[in-house]
């Protein structure tokens, strides 16, 4: 009879459990940098949703906007939002520039800007 076990050496066991850590270390990480990257694609759809819904009125209302800067606020889709507007003159005649800069509120702070949307609307007609 022999009086030899078989099995792994302490040494074996502690280089699987590192490796197994590091792994596992990597795999929160990217975890992580996922739910980070939906967070920010999912704020970015949400501000294009209401910088778009704040062209679509300018458009549908059809009021000449005189140029100048405007802040508002808004909730939409659960959340609350901030919109800068910005209107100047249009490259061509009777068109303005509209600028919106939108971003959640967080608080009563403005967050960083989610979307921004550059347009032209043209006069309408009298």
Same mark, same amino acid.
């Given at each position: 009879?022999?009086?030899?076990?078989?099995?792994? *050496?302490?040494?074996?066991? $502690? %280089? &699987?459990?590192?490796? =197994?850590?590091?792994?596992? #270390?990597?795999?929160?990480?990217?975890?992580?940098?996922?739910?980070?990257?939906?967070?920010?694609?999912?704020? *970015?759809?949400?501000?294009? $949703? %209401? &910088?778009s819904d704040k =062209?679509?009125?300018?458009? #549908?209302?059809?009021?000449?906007?005189?140029?100048g800067t405007s802040?508002?606020?808004?909730?939409?889709?659960?959340?609350?939002?901030?919109?800068?507007?910005?209107?100047?003159?249009?490259?061509?005649?009777?068109?303005?520039?509209?600028?919106?800069?939108?971003?959640?509120?967080?608080?009563?702070?403005?967050?960083?800007?989610?979307?921004?949307?550059?347009?032209?609307?043209?006069?309408?007609?009298?």
């Amino acid at each position: 009879m022999s009086g030899e076990q078989k099995g792994f *050496t302490l040494v074996e066991v $502690l %280089v &699987a459990v590192s490796i =197994l850590a590091l792994v596992m #270390v990597t795999l929160g990480q990217s975890m992580g940098a996922t739910a980070r990257a939906y967070t920010n694609i999912n704020e *970015t759809h949400l501000g294009f $949703l %209401v &910088a778009s819904d704040k =062209l679509v009125e300018m458009q #549908v209302y059809q009021q000449w906007p005189s140029t100048g800067t405007s802040d508002s606020e808004l909730s939409r889709n659960g959340r609350d939002w901030w919109i800068e507007t910005t209107v100047s003159e249009g490259p061509y005649p009777d068109t303005r520039r509209v600028d919106i800069e939108v971003g959640p509120l967080r608080g009563k702070d403005k967050g960083g800007m989610a979307y921004r949307l550059a347009s032209l609307i043209g006069k309408p007609a009298s």
